[in-house]
């Protein structure tokens, strides 16, 4: 696994030039933009009951005694 730095033209991802050889596999996108703070938080709320889904269980409880 490894990073790169690519662009999103409002359209598609647009990877740089020395990625055109690299393998067929699954990507990751994560978008960086210069959202306000205020903003940020409520992405950050609206996400909460996915992760509690995913993190709420008996498996993963051991995790909340450390």
């Known amino acids: 696994m490894y990073a790169i730095k ?4 409002g359209e598609k ?3 740089p030039e020395e990625t055109k050889s690299t393998l067929a596999g699954d990507v ?3 978008f960086t933009s210069s959202e306000s703070f ?3 938080l ?3 709320k ?3 009951s996915a992760f509690a889904e995913t993190w709420d269980n008996s498996e993963d409880a051991v ?3 450390l």
């Open 46 to 48: 609206a996400q909460e």
């Open 63 to 65: 995790y909340d005694e």
């Open 42 to 44: 409520a992405w950050q």
């Open 28 to 30: 990751i996108v994560i």
């Open 13 to 15: 991802v647009v990877l």
């Open 38 to 40: 205020d903003e940020h």
């Open 6 to 9: 690519a662009r999103f033209d």
